[in-house]
């Protein structure tokens, strides 16, 4: 028998395993591009593409849209000197307190059937950047309360010692603007809902309440910075829209990929009388609270009404790409093809290809 000592003056070795995989035995396959594999590939590609394409873009036209920009809406409520107008967004960099609203007369060109949603659109906010990103405490929004707060949400954790709820800076930044719709033609105010447009599996997974009456449990946190309500106050017409559970809160936390975007603000209610079939072409005022900031970073704010499809809301691009990527294919193929007819030798010439043959100009 071989003793200890014998076995650990053996040589060491770097050599692996005696295994199909170390020893690079397992079976392969490497395909042999020809003509007659390559040339059917691209024709399918292109034939399949172009019609899902086309259907796609027919699809996303028949989505209706009304886009709204209202960054540089006057004031309706303050005034310079001898009555002179005054934009709520040079208010707002003032920091005037009073609150600024403005009202914007706007035409629907033509009906809007069907299901109607309300977004709101911000321009050059980057929510994609990268602490941002990571400035938030997933432990808070699952109604795990602690009043050690997560390092990432640093500057935004604490005002004094005292804990904020929820910290970081993408609830800080949450969009505050109220904004709301009268149709002129029935002389009543658009009824929007506020529930229902987060994501169920946000609202039932990623964001809870903690146990217990809120105003009592969250008596020692304090709001974000930014904030004009507690998180318990967001909605003061459903009590079962506040806290964690604030729908407008659930879908601000979900950052966008993009530095232009639109998030859902509100649903049209469609039970109610005049609005079952949707909006009707006509006068309507946007009437708005102005309170979110976005001449800072040199942004935009937009209101968009729209329907949807089958496929959801209106984005051409998806199709736009089945066609372009189908176009080249067909393109490569058929240029392939000719080359192959006028230059290429037959399968049969080119296995009997051999190191002795001569060579042919």
Not at 141 to 158: H, I, M, N, R, T
Not at 197 to 207: E, L, T
Not at 239 to 263: C, H, Y
Request: proline share 6%; hydrophobic share 35%; with cysteine.
């Amino acid at each position: 028998m071989t003793s200890i000592n014998e076995v650990s003056s053996l040589p060491k070795t770097k050599k692996p395993s005696d295994s199909a995989f170390k020893q690079q035995r397992l079976p392969a396959w490497q395909p042999i591009l020809t003509a007659g594999t390559v040339l059917p590939t691209f024709f399918v590609i292109g034939i399949a593409f172009i019609p899902v394409g086309v259907g796609l873009l027919y699809f996303s036209d028949q989505v209706k849209e009304y886009i709204l920009d209202y960054t540089d809406c006057n004031s309706t409520n303050i005034f310079r000197a001898k009555g002179m107008p005054v934009k709520c967004a040079d208010i707002i960099a003032e920091g005037h307190s009073q609150p600024c609203y403005c009202k914007i007369n706007f035409s629907l060109p033509s009906d809007f059937n069907g299901k109607i949603y309300m977004y709101y659109g911000l321009t050059n906010f980057y929510q994609n950047h990268r602490r941002y990103v990571k400035s938030r405490d997933d432990n808070q929004l699952l109604g795990k309360l602690s009043p050690d707060v997560s390092g990432d949400c640093e500057p935004f954790a604490y005002v004094g010692e005292t804990p904020i709820v929820p910290c970081g800076a993408i609830a800080n930044s949450l969009f505050s603007d109220d904004l709301t719709l009268f149709s002129l033609k029935h002389k009543a105010p658009v009824p929007l809902l506020k529930t229902g447009i987060a994501w169920p599996s946000d609202k039932n997974i990623k964001f809870r309440n903690p146990e217990g009456n809120l105003r009592e449990v969250f008596k020692n946190f304090t709001k974000p910075k930014n904030w004009d309500k507690y998180i318990y106050e967001l909605d003061n017409e459903n009590e079962s829209n506040n806290g964690f559970q604030n729908e407008d809160l659930i879908v601000w936390m979900r950052t966008a990929a993009l530095p232009t975007f639109r998030k859902l603000y509100r649903r049209v209610n469609h039970t109610v009388d005049g609005f079952t079939e949707g909006l009707v072409a006509g006068n309507y005022t946007l009437t708005v609270n102005y309170t979110y900031p976005v001449s800072a970073f040199d942004g935009r704010k937009r209101m968009i009404l729209s329907t949807t499809s089958l496929l959801g809301g209106k984005n051409p691009f998806l199709g736009i790409a089945y066609i372009v990527v189908g176009c080249i294919c067909l393109l490569l193929g058929i240029t392939l093809l000719i080359i192959h007819i006028k230059c290429s030798k037959s399968v049969t010439e080119m296995i009997n290809v051999t190191p002795n043959t001569p060579y042919q100009e």
